[in-house]
């Protein structure tokens, strides 16, 4: 459990962006629990301390190995640096042709690329895609296109690229993740509790709760991702939520990407997100 790599496990960065973000706004908003889970081993330590003054040692003992626990539970899984470039887009909504999308080894659309499911979106969409150079291309539901008369198909009509539905592929070594879309939910969600461990990236329409979501995230995310640790979550949905997060407490380790691509509306606003994992 604790080998010779803990200390560099407990300082390691996450997943690094070469744009820039919203980074603290989306700080403040990480729930309080997830913050807690960071400062419990430090204060399990000092409440042993306290205890070891007063001579009861075995209070201590159990202290500091309840701390210990503490400790060991929010470090991040210990992994080796994967060398691929993931370019993330989401919520293209029709303006597909208006998105500058930089190199990478692995294209990710996170959803919302029609818009209110017209199908000429899908078909300009497939075509796009088929021009960029990136060697492998991912796309999930967004909820323009769950409601869709055509969703039955979208495997079929983007055969540009990896269609994931709940769903995952493996790709430059790299385990993917992509669920269908899903409202926001408090409690399990089970397309998210059936999310395997050992994924690298999960791409989620919606965004996790607390993590470049306005608020408005989704609690049974968050809680999924608690287990499954992945390197990175790709989400959009909400637009104003652009960003990238970094994980605290049980999700340390793992970097939330909210990469809506429309800003105001429906009209092309921000940049693709590039991690490095």
């Known amino acids: ?100 999308v930089p190199d990478g080894d692995i294209l990710i659309h996170a959803g919302d690329f029609t818009r209110f499911g017209r199908i000429d979106d899908v078909t300009d969409f497939n075509k796009w895609l088929q021009g960029l150079p990136h060697k492998h291309k991912i796309v999930v539901n967004g909820n323009h296109e769950h409601n869709a008369e055509w969703k039955g198909k979208v495997a079929e009509m983007l055969s540009s690229a990896v269609f994931l539905l709940d769903s995952e592929v493996t790709v430059m070594g790299v385990r993917i993740f992509g669920a269908n879309f899903c409202w926001p939910m408090q409690d399990k969600n089970p397309v998210y509790s059936s999310i395997p461990p050992g994924v690298d990236i999960v791409i989620a329409h919606g965004p996790a709760k607390g993590f470049v979501d306005a608020h408005v995230g989704c609690q049974a995310l968050r809680l999924a991702m608690a287990k499954v640790r992945p390197r990175l979550v790709v989400s959009g949905h909400i637009h104003q939520a652009r960003g990238l997060a970094v994980g605290v407490g049980t999700l340390r380790g793992t970097t939330f990407v909210n990469a809506a691509m429309c800003r105001e509306g429906y009209t092309i606003g921000w940049e693709p997100m590039v991690v490095d994992l």
Do not use: N
């Not at 430090?42 to 309840?66: D, E, H, P, Q």
């Open 1 to 100: 459990m604790f080998g010779s790599d803990l200390r560099e496990r407990i300082a390691r960065k996450p997943a690094q962006s070469s744009l820039s973000t919203t980074r603290a706004s989306a700080t403040r908003a990480i729930p309080w629990a997830l913050h807690f889970d960071d400062l419990a081993p430090g204060l399990g330590v000092g409440v042993a301390a306290a205890l070891g003054v007063y001579g009861l040692w075995l209070l201590a003992a159990v202290t500091i190995v309840l701390g210990v626990y503490l400790g060991w539970r929010v470090m991040p899984p210990s992994r080796t640096p994967l060398k691929v470039r993931v370019v993330c887009i989401s919520d293209t909504h029709g303006q597909h042709r208006g998105v500058t």
